[in-house]
């Protein structure tokens, strides 16, 4: 369903602009691209975040035009990742044909999604040296990298230069290739031919055009790198079953240095390879050596915290985030259900009671999270009736979850762990969490009877009035849990440009 023709949409969408106004106008800034560091020939540099400027009006927000857009991406069968809505709305920013009406050309751009073929090579850092023939599993081709259909695949995609710049990291190299895929990709030919034209190269208009196009066409081939994954472990379920050798997949895609090249091909006649992947040549691996010092120096600036001590607020602060720690780790390995559900079991330890009921847990995680969240008390508990009615079908119908929901838990879990962060350090040794739980069921009771209650009481339970301000601000924009980070690459490659390193799960 396209957007609805309704002035709200048209007011805004018309005040969304790529260029920083001289005169602001109440227009507010919108960072549709994140700051990435970036290589050119072997140099290293920061490649500076991209905003677009929109006039906010009743009724519809930035972030609620975000959610609009991925809905709409799902309704075409195409990727809902934010980063691709993002994406999207930055071109659409930069369309000048909105005179004619705004809705009706970002209708029209959503229009060009159609089609496209993907390849996908996932190459290992092993050397085949001849020991390795080539076999097939299910839709996977396993051997040495197959040079010939690599670099035909690659200039059909328009990225000439790309085989011959990188063919030492494929030669000889185990490589896993899945047959061709059909995708659903936006029409970016036909966006670039009607909005670009007139757009001169250096400015911040153009910038944002090639930094949109490389960053889509990134965080597509991430989007699927994911069912690539589930697809090679499907392919092994019988072969194991009798008795055949198992390759792990997720020890596989932890091999370093790898990449997992995606080629994108007859989008309207053109093209596009995005290599994604991890190298030792850059050795960061998620800027560990200043991520987790600064995250430790959050909790103890934000939070007075700085180890676990002895009291029962911190028994249960241990045993919670031990909890949702497991749950990120089996996200991170790819197993959706038990991440989701390992979230739910950290709620339920610290919401529920020994003989106590789901409604009970749902309750309190409602009231902790709700102002946080941006919804009334009824929305929220209908949230978490939600999530244990989806932990039920997984438990006992092996329903898997899909990853909005995993997101939608993972967030509450966040906003549950700086509530009890904020609590402990308000709490003196005799405070207890039977007390905060007390003290939650009064605030459920006293809202639902219309009571007014104010920020101190709230603030006395380490309930937040507004979503939590992270250690990153990666967290403020949806981005919850831990990756590696390696090198990536820039797709459709032109000499002399920058190439992005990119942040990953270990594909």
Not at 45 to 63: K, S
Not at 277 to 282: E, I, L, N, R, W
Not at 419 to 432: M, N
Request: aromatic share 10%; charged share 25%.
């Amino acid at each position: 369903m396209p957007l609805p023709e309704q002035s709200t949409f048209e007011e805004f969408l018309q005040s969304l602009t790529p260029v920083r106004p001289e005169v602001p106008n109440d227009l507010v800034a919108a960072q549709v691209l994140p700051a990435a560091s970036a290589r050119d020939e072997g140099n290293l540099f920061v490649e500076a975040e991209c905003n677009i400027w929109y006039r906010p009006c009743a009724g519809l927000t930035f972030d609620a035009l975000v959610t609009r857009v991925q809905k709409e991406l799902a309704g075409r069968g195409h990727k809902k990742d934010k980063s691709l809505a993002l994406c999207i709305i930055a071109f659409f920013a930069l369309d000048r044909r909105r005179a004619e009406g705004a809705v009706a050309a970002f209708n029209r751009l959503l229009g060009t999604i159609g089609e496209c073929d993907l390849s996908q090579f996932f190459v290992t850092p092993i050397k085949c040296g001849g020991k390795i023939r080539t076999f097939s599993l299910g839709p996977f081709i396993l051997g040495p990298a197959n040079l010939t259909r690599i670099e035909h695949r690659s200039k059909k995609a328009g990225s000439d230069d790309y085989f011959a710049r990188w063919r030492h990291r494929l030669d000889d190299h185990f490589t896993i290739e899945r047959e061709v895929v059909t995708i659903r990709c936006i029409g970016i030919p036909a966006i670039r031919d009607a909005i670009i034209k007139d757009i001169e190269w250096g400015s911040t208009a153009r910038r944002l055009w090639e930094r949109g196009v490389n960053a889509y066409f990134h965080a597509l081939a991430i989007a699927y790198a994911q069912e690539f994954w589930e697809a090679f472990l499907s392919a092994q379920h019988l072969l194991i079953a009798a008795g055949s050798p198992y390759i792990d997949e997720r020890v596989t895609r932890r091999l370093t240095p790898a990449d997992m090249l995606s080629i994108f091909r007859n989008i309207d006649g053109a093209g596009f390879v995005a290599p994604i992947g991890q190298d030792f040549s850059v050795l960061e691996m998620g800027g560990f050596d200043t991520k987790i010092p600064r995250v430790i120096d959050y909790l103890h600036e934000q939070f007075g915290f700085t180890t676990f001590k002895d009291t029962d607020v911190h028994h249960s602060l241990r045993t919670f985030t031990l909890f949702v720690s497991k749950a990120k780790r089996h996200e991170l390995d790819a197993r959706s259900g038990e991440a989701f559900l390992h979230y739910v079991i950290a709620l339920d330890l610290l919401f529920g009671e020994q003989e106590g009921a789901t409604a009970s847990v749902t309750r309190r995680a409602a009231v902790v999270v709700c102002r946080a969240l941006g919804m009334t008390l009824p929305t929220t508990q209908k949230l978490m009736n939600r999530i244990y009615d989806l932990r039920s079908k997984y438990v006992h119908r092996g329903i898997e979850m899909p990853s909005e929901e995993i997101a939608t838990v993972a967030r509450v879990c966040t906003e549950v762990l700086f509530a009890l962060l904020r609590y402990q350090q308000r709490a003196d040794q005799s405070k207890t969490i039977a007390a905060w739980l007390k003290n939650l069921d009064y605030l459920n009771s006293a809202i639902d009877a219309g009571k007014e209650i104010s920020a101190v009481e709230f603030g006395a339970l380490g309930i937040a009035m507004e979503s939590s301000v992270t250690v990153s601000g990666a967290e403020r924009r949806g981005h919850y849990g831990s990756a590696i980070w390696g090198q990536g690459a820039r797709a459709r490659c032109q000499r002399r440009r920058p190439q992005p390193l990119t942040a990953m799960r270990t594909y």
